[in-house]
């Protein structure tokens, strides 16, 4: 269970910063060198935490995906328990932005009640799982890019699969592409401050209802 997996990654952390300390100290003995002055220990450590930390952020798991909050976010259940994990490297329109609800349903075409593999990067400020998922052979973050159900919001645009998944759509006019203008959700939420509003953890359907979309 989730509790075997955490001791699992801590003992593989723990035993990586053994090998990193052990390294040093031969390296230090061997070469009568100055490695273990202080800057080095401060690297060491900093080498330790990073170690000590990627596990708690870095997992994988397979999970039933119960809702589709929006066309990047969605609720897993893990160990029983509902997860929510946010699409990395891609941002999906807001609902109440053009194509939001076609972006929304794509999403939900993909995944709902369906087994994903959901593999992790880290945990954002809302308390989301950051984290690229796999419907059966489709990775989804790429597919919402692919068919212009979302942008391309890979960390300082360094995803080339993604960007150029996202040029290919621009190309082809699918999905928001297919109109001029189109709006990044964060300078589309900087517009409109009023009308975004945060959805609860608990959505329990997949699409909630709304007007057509343009889109589909």
């Known amino acids: 269970g989730e509790s075997l997996r955490r001791v699992l990654a801590y003992s593989s952390s723990i035993y990586a910063i053994c090998l990193v300390i052990r390294c040093a100290a031969s390296c230090a003995s061997s070469r009568k060198s100055k490695f273990l002055e202080v800057p080095n ?31 990047d976010t969605l609720l897993v259940i893990r160990d029983g328990h509902p997860v929510k994990v946010r699409l990395a490297g891609i941002d999906a329109p807001e609902k109440a932005q053009p194509y939001g609800i076609a972006s929304q349903k794509s999403l939900a075409e993909l995944v709902m009640r369906k087994q994903v593999q959901v593999v992790s990067r880290a945990v ?65 939420r900087k517009q409109h401050p009023g009308t975004f509003v945060a959805r609860p953890d608990g959505a329990a359907s997949a699409v909630a209802p709304a007007p057509p979309d343009p889109a589909l």
């Open 41 to 71: 220990i401060r690297f060491l450590i900093c080498a330790a935490l990073i170690c000590l930390s990627a596990p708690a952020n870095a997992e994988e798991f397979f999970g039933k995906v119960i809702a589709v909050m929006d066309g």
């Open 124 to 188: 954002d400020d809302y308390g989301r799982l950051v984290a690229t998922v796999h419907a059966g052979e489709i990775n989804v973050n790429h597919e919402q890019v692919r068919r212009g159900m979302a942008w391309e919001y890979s960390r300082y645009h360094s995803n080339r699969e993604l960007m150029a998944l996202q040029r290919e759509a621009q190309q082809a006019g699918r999905g928001l592409w297919a109109e001029e203008g189109a709006v990044e959700p964060s300078q589309w």
